[in-house]
């Protein structure tokens, strides 16, 4: 082959490869695509945040947050966990094992940076005390997007509404909104089956002891322990105190005269320990819950906004 013909035909071979390698290059000048439903703008208790992807590692503070991840099956996304109210539910216990702890109550600022999460969740407000270092401005300075659950920042009567979003929220925020939405269907399914325990009966008088000694912590009108006592069939006898929980004088408590008195299970102090105060305060004496030993329980994490609400309603509704 004569020395021109040789150039030509290297030179036909080379064309194809350059064309190989400006496609190459135009490809990875575009942009990685976006998950589906991304970017999601949420606002959350007056902070505006816009993911563009869903976080791969999120901390949880506060069971009903915690458990809010597992059951749209974000096991998988959870780089630790804190607070423990009472227990898991059964069907979350594998899940909650495998996940880090890392502490009992709240972590340290510093040891929640070195889980490195992107994202927190917390249940409570007081999962991001400024006080203590872990304000969501803190997390943000750092990096971090968080999220207070609706009940932490509620200035109205939480209603399961509230719950349904909450629920649809996170999932949306985790790129898993078609999960969320199913939970929601069976959440109503449940509520509706519930109200046909309840019927058209004349609600009972309900006092929900949380805890207190000096003066009785209660749930009040503001949080969604009111709407579930209400579903079941109850009247919240302080339902006109406009917060989630707060105090109240047992001489009130003597002046509404629950009828029913729903114990919140939680902590070191056990429901029957919380049975003998009751029972054994002579100020209490008259009070028809009391002279009657009506009790009901339900366990704390029942009683907040979180993915067993719905099913808090039915339980009650049976004690009632």
Known sequence: MSRP??????????????????????????????APGFPYTVTNCGV?????????RA???????????????????????????????????????????LAKEYPSYEKLLAANPDFVYGGYASAFLAGEGR??????????ESRLNVEGC?????????????????GSTFGVRARADQWVSDAERELADAAKKTGDREPVPVFVYDSGDKTAFTAGGRGIGNDIIERAGG???????DKSFGDASWESVVDRKPELIVILDYG??????????LLDDPVLADVP????????????????????????????????
Do not use: W
């Open 154 to 170: 509620a200035k109205k009567p939480v209603t399961m509404d509230d719950v349904y979003r909450e629920v649809r929220q996170v």
């Open 235 to 241: 009247r919240n006898v302080f339902a006109d105190l």
């Open 59 to 101: 901390v949880t503070m506060n069971q009903h947050a915690t458990e809010v991840m597992l059951e749209l099956g974000l096991k998988d996304r959870l780089a630790g966990t804190a607070y423990l109210d009472d227990k898991v539910l059964p069907k979350y216990a594998k899940a909650y094992a495998d996940t880090p702890v």
């Open 135 to 144: 304000s969501r401005a803190a997390l943000a300075k750092s990096g971090i």
């Open 5 to 34: 013909i040789r150039l030509l035909a290297a030179a036909a071979l080379l064309v194809p490869l350059a064309a190989c390698s400006s496609a190459a290059d135009s490809a990875s000048d575009k942009p990685a695509a976006k």
């Open 268 to 277: 070191g102090t056990t429901v029957a320990q919380k049975k003998k105060r």
């Open 289 to 320: 819950a009391v002279k009657h030993k009506r009790f009901a329980v339900l366990p704390l994490s029942d009683a907040v906004v979180g993915v067993r609400a719905p099913g808090a309603v039915s339980k009650l509704a049976d004690q009632l």
């Open 48 to 56: 505006k945040t816009t993911y563009d992807a869903p976080p791969k």
